[in-house]
């Protein structure tokens, strides 16, 4: 069974997260499992009672067991609640190792960037999962529309098609955005034949950016009105992958839509 996880820290702000999920897991027919990660960060281990606070936001955690099986029940998705206190980053990492999917908020800049981007990093690096990243303002469809892949002929691009293959087949629409072609491209792995053997019918755009390509690439997002938006996670060489690439950066920092990525 496909399994995917959705991280809930706050449930009455993460309605459009859940609300995603919940729609992701009946459309794949997944098992959903709520991870509420009480973190041990240096804020919290220097208050003076700070095993009696963690030990509060467990049992409250806890708790919303309940409000989670009834969310589940009517969604008919099968799903589990998990609570775990933990360094947030290796909870999440070692969590999605046994995790098709995460899925976690997209929160706007500039305040979370940073902490955001870090984690994403531990999670993609060590659990070695995909992530998609959801929109606080993002309104949940009934069905998976338009989906486009972001492609450069890239390792990481390949495993982000590769880890979206499922939703590409999904989807009402998948349109390619190749940018494999003109001065200093790549040599390219086979994707369109590939995608021919999966069964999945895409549109091929030519795409040559000027300028910054993480901008370019969130004009044709938002041009073709897409419903997710799938690329690899690094822009630049495996060896400075901790602090982004530059085209993944952009996407943090300024995608509208979903946001699959994948290590």
């Known amino acids: 069974m496909t399994e995917l996880i959705v991280t809930v820290s706050e449930p009455e702000r993460e309605a459009p997260l859940l609300d995603y999920a919940f729609s992701l897991a009946r459309q794949w ?3 959903l499992t709520g991870l509420c990660v009480i973190p041990l960060d240096a804020m919290v281990m220097a208050l003076p009672d700070a ?13 919303d067991e309940v409000w989670w099986r009834q969310r589940c029940q009517a969604a008919a998705v099968g799903g589990s609640w998990e609570v775990v206190c933990g360094v947030y980053r290796r909870v999440v990492a070692e969590r999605a190792s046994l995790a098709d999917l995460v899925i976690g908020r997209l929160p706007g800049w500039p305040a979370v960037l940073q ?6 990093a531990e999670t993609l690096v060590h659990g070695g999962c995909p992530v998609v990243l959801v929109p606080d ?17 890239s390792a990481p691009s390949a495993r982000a ?8 087949r999904m989807a009402d629409r998948v349109t390619v955005l190749d940018g494999t072609h ?4 790549r ?21 040559q950016a000027c ?30 992958e901790r602090l982004l690439g530059g085209a993944t950066r952009h996407s943090l920092r300024h995608s509208r839509v979903p946001l699959l990525l994948a290590p």
Request: net charge positive; with cysteine; aromatic share 6%.
């Open 137 to 153: 303002d993002w309104i949940a469809r009934p069905s998976l529309g338009h989906v486009l892949l972001a492609w450069n002929g």
């Open 182 to 185: 003109g001065p200093g491209a």
């Open 29 to 31: 027919r997944a098992w």
């Open 115 to 120: 902490d955001v981007s870090r984690r994403l």
């Open 211 to 240: 300028g910054d390509i993480g901008e370019a690439i969130h004009r044709e997002a938002a041009r073709l009105c897409v419903d997710l938006l799938v690329q690899g996670a690094w822009g630049r060489r495996r060896t400075s």
């Open 51 to 63: 095993a009696g606070v963690l030990a509060a936001e467990e049992r409250d955690a806890l708790a």
């Open 161 to 168: 098609a590769r880890a979206a293959l499922p939703l590409l």
């Open 187 to 207: 040599t390219a792995a086979p994707l369109r034949q590939w995608l021919k053997r999966q069964d999945v019918s895409c549109d091929w755009l030519p795409f």
